[in-house]
């Protein structure tokens, strides 16, 4: 089945800085890559996705890149704001499971 | 999206006993799933539940220890049976919406075992 990695497991940067997480994936036939920011105490949040037909998404400050090639996709954070601070999961739906697997989770941690 | 909740909210129990988790969303949805988040820990899926027939279990879940009910495309429960301390964690439904089932999470129920 699908295995999904995600590095690092947690990150600390500074209020206005950059934060980059990334995720690679075994299973090459995954269509649907999504990213959830859980708060602490709350349920997952979907905050963005990409499809396999697209190499990069935007909105606002977040924005998602995929590498079908490398079978890898990345969350990118920019001029992070405390409110940042979150745990975050990426994970991939299989075309053939109908599921979602996700990640370890990446703890951030914006100081001010 | 759509509105889901779930009941109970949290709940302490003692082990051996049973506990079933409901879970409600404001329209009909074709495909819910139940996950565990343990402490720290990522989201492990522990079913499919399917409208009309017996759920899909993930490897490592077993409907004995876990039965779900699916009676209509808006409810759904989960139980936890003969728990013990193991069992202690967050237990999260979920809805799929659209053609990539976009999973949207109920709030989640917090179970410990005592």
């Known amino acids: 089945g699908e295995n999904v990695e995600q590095h690092p497991s947690t990150l600390s940067v500074q209020e206005g800085d950059s934060a980059v997480i990334k995720c690679t994936y075994s299973?090459?036939?995954?269509?649907?890559f999504p990213w959830y920011k859980q708060e602490l105490g709350k349920r997952p949040q979907l905050i963005i996705d990409i499809r396999s037909n697209v190499g990069e998404k935007k909105d606002q400050r977040i924005a998602v890149t995929l590498n079908k090639t490398a079978k890898h996709f990345s969350l990118h954070i920019t001029e992070t704001q405390p409110e940042d601070s979150a745990v975050y999961f990426c994970a991939a739906y299989g075309a053939a499971g109908n599921k979602l697997t996700f990640g370890g989770g990446t703890r951030v941690l914006v100081k001010p | 999206s759509a509105v889901i909740s779930q009941k109970p909210s949290r709940d302490i129990c003692q082990r051996g006993t049973s506990l079933t988790i409901q879970c409600q969303v404001d329209?009909?949805?074709?495909?819910m799933f139940w996950y565990r988040q343990q402490p720290g820990q990522s989201l492990t899926l522990i079913a499919t539940a399917n409208q009309g027939s017996e759920a899909t279990y993930e490897s490592g879940f077993v409907i004995d220890k876990f039965p779900i009910s699916r009676p209509n495309l808006t409810f759904s429960t989960l139980t936890v049976s003969n728990m013990s301390p193991e069992d202690s964690s967050i237990y999260l439904c979920s809805v799929g919406l659209g053609a990539y089932n976009e999973q949207f999470f109920g709030p989640g129920t917090r179970l410990t075992v005592l």
């Open positions: 329209s009909q949805v074709t495909m």
């Open positions: 299973d090459s036939a995954s269509n649907y």
